[in-house]
């Protein structure tokens, strides 16, 4: 009760004011190289949490949580070969691997945003990757928890509405400078595929 209370709480919040926080779909000129001919947009919907493993969540009607993978991801990793989710009834704690996507031949670990038992995955993502390239806060969904105890705890911990948008402008310039440094004089979408290891690092690779 206490933890859906506290959610009740911060969405109205973010509900009051969403005549200044909008959905942002801010076109942004990535500082890559020297090609700056193609303008991205990464979306940030106001009524979910994100995690810094760019990974949100989002507490649905029936108490579960829905988990993805942000828009930022989606962006720079253009062509998925492969998304790998966790298994139904196998414990996830928040900020621990609970699913990877593979681009090429190299693999992202990404975290759980709040921790829970799977009850649910996204099977027909596994099944087609490009549901998280062109869909990845609806139909590119991961899995869904039952959450644990802990929610309200883990989800005060997150970034949502305008703090949310704040949060990813700031880590969109950061990997537009990493990427800079790798000399990858190509535009950010799909970046991945072509980006030396220090982009890789900034969402926290993991050996495969």
């Given at each position: 009760m206490v933890t859906l209370v506290f959610v009740a709480v911060i969405l109205a919040a973010v509900a009051l004011d969403a005549w200044v926080i909008r959905p942002w779909?801010?076109?942004?000129?990535?500082?890559?190289?020297h090609s700056h001919d193609a303008p991205i947009e990464i979306v940030v919907p106001r009524t979910l949490f994100f995690h810094p493993g760019h990974?949100?969540?989002?507490?649905?009607?029936?108490?579960?949580?829905?988990?993805?993978?942000?828009?930022?991801?989606?962006?720079?990793?253009?062509?998925?070969?492969?998304?790998?989710?966790?298994?139904?009834?196998?414990?996830v704690r928040a900020g621990d691997r609970a699913m990877s996507i593979r681009v090429g031949g190299r693999g992202l670990a990404l975290a759980a945003p709040v921790s829970g038992t799977v009850?649910?995955?996204?099977?027909?993502?596994?099944?087609?990757?490009?549901?998280?390239?062109?869909?990845?806060?609806?139909?590119?969904?991961?899995?869904?928890?039952?959450?644990?105890?802990?929610l309200a705890r883990e989800l005060a911990g997150l970034v949502i509405g305008r703090e949310a948008e704040r949060w990813m402008r700031s880590e969109l310039d950061r990997l537009a400078e990493l990427l800079d440094d790798d000399?990858?004089?190509?535009?950010?979408?799909?970046?991945?595929?072509?980006?030396?290891d220090r982009a890789w690092a900034f969402f926290g690779e993991r050996a495969t």
């Open positions: 779909t801010e076109k942004h000129r990535p500082r890559v190289g990974t949100w969540a989002r507490l649905d009607d029936d108490g579960k949580v829905t988990v993805g993978v942000d828009d930022l991801v989606r962006t720079v990793a253009g062509d998925l070969s492969a998304v790998e989710l966790p298994v139904v009834g196998n414990a009850a649910e995955i996204n099977a027909a993502l596994g099944k087609d990757p490009v549901r998280l390239r062109w869909r990845p806060y609806k139909e590119g969904w991961a899995f869904r928890v039952t959450p644990g105890d802990g000399a990858a004089s190509r535009p950010l979408t799909g970046a991945l595929a072509h980006a030396g």
